[in-house]
């Protein structure tokens, strides 16, 4: 089973006070790179409870090592790129929802999501994720082929990865056979009776079809697959438990982690009737969210977006956060135009600040901002992936690539002041233990200043 309901809301309701005895031993586990149990976890659920505070700093503060051991100081930048808001589906949390009248809709054609491919690629992304709204007429399985191929031979993007409905095998297997990098699909909640109250209508409405999505996209020859629940429309509790759950399936059947956990967080969105979150989450338990993900999965990728605001996307790098977007927009056509703005989006964004900010930010953070996409391009994907990054050994990889990638990004795209990434990029090299990486890494940056 991919999620064992009466399992997860008996932990939930046996979940009591942990001592400090038990959170210390079950971090010293999590510390060895070996994941975490839903027992395990339930008991970390409570730390910030009852003024708990040193415990939950604790916690907080082992995720952040975890995610240092596996990934180094690495933080990949990615965007989203919308392809379509006009959706069949009437998820009551979102602009895009077809019952949803203010939208102004809109579906790109091939040559303008090429256009908005171009405009990314001209800010320095090389790694995008396409997102769409659901519609069989509009925003198919043709068409988002179409979009993949156009992108990949017009444009300078090396990898693109896609958050669209649940799919059929062989719709699945073309995809795949493009070149698309990561599936993405999130359950939203994985209990049952909000998900079915959330999803009144429309081809969303099947709870099973969208949790059996990864188990198609593996048939399909997907390795690379993005999970991750909406947080606020259920008890973050459960829909986190269950989230790891789903991980921990496809881990026993099917030999794979899930290469991303998002971490979405509901926000305002305009012709939505859902005002405000059923079960908020507030920016602590956020934080304890991202930090107990990178603890169970600690090969995952937690991905963090543009629904937080800047200073919440600070605080979470330190606590397990590893890939984020940043200058997004959520409305198709956002990058190329900025007409219509916030008449198509499907929610608003909370930091809006743009890619060169972000990296620069990042950079003074004493993180290295990544524009790395090499484990796609050499085929390092589902279990190689993550046997190399459980190992504590992929991180000499990211390390070399975030700083080739960050120099050509500083030589090509970058317009703002640079000098904190130049610093990352001599801090980077410094702290490198590995005297042939270190090499070899010295000799490509040589290459690349030479303009090759
Ligand atoms: N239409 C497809 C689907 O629903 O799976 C894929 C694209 S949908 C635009 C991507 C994700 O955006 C959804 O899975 C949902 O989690 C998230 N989302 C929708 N409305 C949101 C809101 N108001 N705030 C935050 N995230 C939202
Ligand atoms: Fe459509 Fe996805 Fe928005 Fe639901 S979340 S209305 S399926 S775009």
Same mark, same amino acid.
């Given at each position: 089973?991919? #999620?064992?309901?009466?399992?997860?809301e008996?932990? @939930?309701?046996?979940?009591?006070?942990?001592?400090d005895n038990?959170?210390?031993? #079950? @971090?010293?586990?999590?510390?060895?790179?070996?994941g975490?149990?839903l027992e395990?976890?339930?008991?970390?659920?409570n730390?910030g %409870?009852?003024? $708990?505070?040193?415990?939950?700093?604790s916690?907080?503060?082992?995720?952040?090592?975890?995610?240092?051991k596996?990934?180094?100081r690495?933080?990949v930048?990615?965007?989203?790129?919308?392809?379509?808001?006009?959706?069949v589906?009437?998820c009551l949390? *979102?602009?895009?929802?077809?019952?949803?009248?203010? %939208? =102004?809709?809109?579906?790109?054609? +091939?040559?303008?999501?090429?256009?908005?491919?171009?405009?990314?690629v001209?800010?320095?992304?090389?790694?995008?994720?396409?997102?769409a709204?659901e519609?069989?007429?509009k925003?198919? +399985?043709?068409?988002i082929?179409?979009?993949?191929?156009a992108?990949y031979? /017009?444009?300078?993007?090396?990898?693109?990865?896609?958050n669209?409905?649940?799919?059929?095998?062989?719709? @699945?297997?073309?995809?795949k056979?493009?070149?698309?990098?990561?599936?993405?699909?999130?359950?939203?909640?994985? $209990?049952?009776?909000t998900?079915?109250?959330?999803?009144?209508s429309?081809?969303?409405?099947?709870?099973?079809y969208r949790?059996? =999505?990864?188990?198609?996209?593996?048939?399909? &020859?997907f390795?690379? @697959? &993005?999970?991750?629940a909406l947080? &606020?429309?259920y008890?973050?509790?459960?829909?986190?438990?269950?989230?790891?759950?789903?991980a921990?399936?496809?881990k026993?059947?099917?030999?794979?982690?899930?290469?991303t956990?998002?971490?979405?967080?509901?926000?305002?969105?305009?012709?939505s009737?859902l005002t405000?979150?059923?079960f908020?989450?507030?920016? /602590?338990?956020?934080?304890?969210?991202v930090?107990l993900?990178?603890?169970?999965?600690?090969?995952a990728g937690?991905?963090?977006?543009?629904?937080?605001?800047a200073e919440?996307?600070r /605080?979470?790098?330190?606590?397990?956060?590893?890939?984020?977007s940043a200058?997004?927009r959520t409305?198709?056509?956002?990058y190329?135009?900025? /007409?219509g703005?916030?008449e198509?989006?499907?929610?608003?964004?909370?930091?809006?600040r743009?890619l060169d900010?972000?990296?620069?930010?990042?950079?003074?953070l004493g993180y290295?901002?990544?524009? *790395?996409t090499? *484990?796609?391009?050499?085929?390092?994907?589902?279990?190689d992936?993550?046997?190399?990054a459980g190992?504590?050994n992929?991180k000499?990889?990211?390390s070399?690539?975030a700083?080739?990638?960050?120099?050509?990004y500083?030589?090509?795209?970058?317009n703002?002041?640079?000098?904190?990434?130049?610093?990352a990029?001599?801090?980077?090299?410094?702290?490198?233990?590995?005297?042939e990486f270190?090499?070899g890494?010295?000799?490509?940056?040589?290459?690349?200043?030479?303009?090759e």
């Amino acid at each position: 089973m991919i #999620i064992v309901r009466d399992k997860i809301e008996t932990l @939930l309701q046996n979940a009591g006070l942990p001592s400090d005895n038990d959170v210390n031993s #079950i @971090l010293k586990k999590a510390l060895e790179l070996k994941g975490l149990s839903l027992e395990e976890i339930a008991v970390l659920l409570n730390v910030g %409870a009852y003024g $708990h505070t040193p415990l939950q700093k604790s916690v907080l503060k082992a995720a952040g090592q975890v995610k240092d051991k596996v990934f180094g100081r690495r933080v990949v930048l990615f965007a989203p790129l919308y392809l379509s808001n006009e959706c069949v589906n009437n998820c009551l949390y *979102c602009g895009f929802r077809m019952e949803n009248r203010e %939208a =102004a809709r809109k579906t790109l054609t +091939v040559e303008e999501a090429v256009k908005e491919a171009k405009a990314l690629v001209s800010k320095g992304y090389k790694r995008l994720l396409l997102v769409a709204a659901e519609n069989p007429a509009k925003s198919n +399985v043709n068409y988002i082929l179409d979009v993949v191929k156009a992108i990949y031979s /017009e444009t300078d993007i090396r990898v693109l990865h896609l958050n669209a409905a649940p799919m059929p095998v062989g719709d @699945l297997k073309r995809l795949k056979c493009a070149g698309v990098g990561v599936f993405q699909v999130f359950q939203e909640t994985y $209990h049952r009776e909000t998900y079915e109250k959330m999803h009144p209508s429309g081809m969303k409405r099947g709870y099973d079809y969208r949790l059996s =999505a990864m188990d198609r996209a593996i048939e399909a &020859g997907f390795d690379d @697959l &993005g999970i991750g629940a909406l947080l &606020g429309l259920y008890d973050w509790r459960f829909d986190l438990l269950a989230t790891v759950s789903h991980a921990h399936y496809l881990k026993e059947r099917y030999g794979i982690w899930p290469h991303t956990i998002s971490v979405p967080r509901l926000r305002p969105a305009s012709g939505s009737p859902l005002t405000s979150p059923p079960f908020p989450v507030s920016d /602590e338990e956020f934080k304890l969210i991202v930090a107990l993900y990178r603890l169970a999965v600690p090969t995952a990728g937690v991905v963090v977006s543009t629904r937080e605001s800047a200073e919440l996307r600070r /605080e979470v790098l330190s606590v397990g956060a590893s890939q984020i977007s940043a200058g997004s927009r959520t409305e198709p056509g956002g990058y190329d135009s900025d /007409e219509g703005r916030y008449e198509a989006s499907q929610f608003d964004i909370d930091d809006d600040r743009s890619l060169d900010e972000v990296i620069e930010d990042v950079a003074k953070l004493g993180y290295m901002p990544s524009l *790395c996409t090499s *484990c796609y391009r050499v085929g390092r994907t589902g279990k190689d992936f993550h046997e190399l990054a459980g190992s504590g050994n992929i991180k000499e990889y990211c390390s070399a690539n975030a700083i080739l990638t960050l120099k050509e990004y500083i030589l090509d795209s970058a317009n703002g002041s640079m000098a904190a990434c130049e610093e990352a990029i001599r801090k980077e090299i410094e702290g490198m233990t590995d005297g042939e990486f270190k090499e070899g890494v010295d000799e490509r940056l040589s290459r690349i200043e030479a303009g090759e």
